[in-house]
């Protein structure tokens, strides 16, 4: 036992240490199985997702606006490339309808 008042002040202090850190982890247990659950965690990956979407538009566009003439370029590729196949269809069936022409 105890056999004065600073190790009984010393033993209570504890015991409301262990009971708060007792209640504590009783807190921060629930907290996390909230934050667990799969709905919970659906909706934080989906606003994770959105922030980063958001951020890239918000950086691309700001890299559109420093750069207009490398932005117009790359545009004008990219649109060669995706249109490649329609302008050779196109071109070929001009060479096919077109008669030779004889130079003078």
């Known amino acids: 036992m ?3 008042n600073d190790e009984i002040f010393s033993l209570r ?3 409301m240490d262990r009971d708060q850190a007792r209640e504590n982890l009783k807190q921060d247990t629930a907290a996390t199985k909230e934050r667990l659950k799969p709905s919970n965690l659906m909706a934080e990956a989906k606003g994770k997702a959105a922030q980063r979407v958001r951020k890239a538009g918000e950086s691309a566009i700001s890299g559109m606006k420093a750069n207009p003439g490398i932005t117009a370029t790359v ?6 490339i995706a249109m490649r196949r329609p302008i050779a269809r196109l071109m070929a069936k001009q060479k096919k309808t077109e ?6």
């Open 2 to 4: 105890a056999k004065n």
């Open 99 to 104: 008669p030779d022409q004889i130079e003078e």
């Open 13 to 15: 202090t504890l015991s």
């Open 75 to 80: 545009a004008a590729t990219a649109t060669l």
